[in-house]
């Protein structure tokens, strides 16, 4: 693998320095998180662009989307962003090519990652657990990109071929009895294997699509994770402008508007329950069979995100229940301790707070006092490093969990350009 690049541009530099933020302490946070992806994840090639996630040292297709995001409305502007963002848009596509159901890839075919897990591995591939976010992510960036540089190029045949990819697998997983995937992983806790000989637990047919694992990597309990068919309705709405304004193909865009109108009609009849104090909720995971798994995880897309995603405003009723939900006790994986409160995940366990969910929290609120009040949080629960983590005891922040963490830098740095320079944030 080659060493990270020099590559933290002028545009990045020049914005730590100058944006008007005039707590010193948010200021210093940002002149840490924002050029932390550049300047410790890099790895450019003559081709395209390679990601780590941070300390672990493979790419996977979520987070290094979400790393990248907020340098994408400075890329008209800076040919060094460009050039790594069109070469990840690219290596990407290689990978969904390679396997739409893998997750996380190595750079080379070297054999590293889970090679012992029961599923259909290859050389390249990290890790092979199936989750619908992985195949969004990809489509939002290239099109954020798209729109911000108005730059074509990316959309080659390599591109197309993945679009089409991510549509035959979600076509395919409508009906999970005719998937081809399996998934299982021995010795390991529930959460990092899937039931009944790796096929999941049982679903009925929805409309929407079946996803084995959530974005926090963690294996669902119903196969309709919520969040994700959001996530892929407004993928789909995307991928269909793409269709009709870059490659003039009616036929591919029909497509992706029927698969999007057929996912949020189930979104719509099984996603929505009604809860005894806060009403008409979305729920976090249902199986079409009337069971419902009504939590919040951090990790991104969540409820919480809902607004952030894109399929729904901040206003929306049902949005508002269901956020009064996630972040209050009825949640079970919303902690509070004597430093800070928030949203947690199975993925670390009971009593830890995800940096990335108060950053979200900041994101999708409304209310002025809420976002200073998650600001505040994260200055606390920083632990002297001025940079973000992922998990960590409410109680005593220095207890934390990975230091090298680009993606919730990246979304610290999404945060503070939407509150100090709103003209500026990212779409």
Not at 8 to 21: A, G, H, K, W, Y
Not at 344 to 357: C, K, N, Q, R
Not at 388 to 402: G, K
Request: hydrophobic content about 40%; charged content about 20%.
């Amino acid at each position: 693998m080659p060493s990270p690049s020099p590559i933290t541009s002028e545009t990045v530099s020049r914005l730590c320095r100058q944006l008007p933020i005039p707590d010193p302490e948010l200021a210093r946070m940002f002149g840490r998180c924002f050029p932390n992806t550049l300047e410790t994840t890099v790895f450019l090639t003559q081709e395209d662009c390679y990601l780590i996630t941070g300390d672990i040292d493979a790419m996977w297709l979520r987070d290094s989307s979400a790393q990248v995001h907020p340098y994408v409305q400075f890329a008209a502007e800076d040919e060094t962003l460009r050039r790594v963002i069109r070469g990840l848009i690219r290596r990407q596509a290689r990978y969904i090519n390679e396997d739409p159901y893998a997750n996380a890839f190595n750079f080379e075919p070297n054999g590293r990652g889970h090679q012992s897990d029961l599923t259909r591995m290859s050389p390249l591939i990290w890790e092979r657990k199936y989750e619908v976010d992985s195949l969004c992510y990809p489509i939002r960036l290239a099109y954020s990109y798209w729109r911000a540089t108005h730059d074509t190029s990316i959309f080659d045949e390599q591109w197309r071929s993945a679009a089409a990819r991510i549509l035959d697998t979600w076509r395919v997983e409508q009906d999970h009895t005719r998937s081809p995937y399996r998934f299982q992983r021995l010795n390991v806790r529930e959460t990092d294997t899937l039931p009944r000989d790796g096929m999941g637990a049982p679903v009925a047919p929805t409309g929407m699509t079946w996803s084995g694992f959530r974005p926090s990597d963690d294996a669902c309990t119903y196969g309709y994770l919520i969040p994700s068919q959001m996530f892929a309705v407004v993928a789909l709405a995307q991928l269909e402008e793409i269709a009709h304004s870059v490659y003039r193909d009616v036929l591919l865009a029909a497509e992706c508007q029927n698969l999007q109108f057929e996912i949020d009609r189930g979104i719509q009849a099984h996603g929505i329950v009604e809860h005894p104090e806060f009403g008409e909720i979305f729920a976090y995971e249902v199986d079409g069979m009337d069971h419902a798994n009504l939590m919040d995880d951090a990790n991104v897309p969540s409820l919480l995100s809902i607004p952030y995603i894109g399929y729904a405003q901040a206003d929306d009723p049902v949005y508002l229940n269901t956020r009064r939900f996630v972040l209050s006790r009825h949640n079970p994986w919303y902690f509070e301790g004597r430093v800070a409160s928030g949203v947690g995940s199975p993925h670390t366990g009971p009593g830890m707070v995800w940096h990335i969910a108060i950053i979200m929290q900041a994101l999708t609120s409304t209310d002025d006092a809420e976002v200073r009040n998650c600001l505040e949080l994260l200055k606390r629960t920083h632990a002297g490093t001025y940079l973000m983590h992922e998990a960590f005891d409410p109680n005593d922040p220095a207890r934390y969990t990975r230091p090298w963490f680009a993606w919730a830098n990246s979304l610290f740095a999404e945060l503070i350009l939407k509150v100090y320079a709103p003209a500026l944030s990212p779409a």
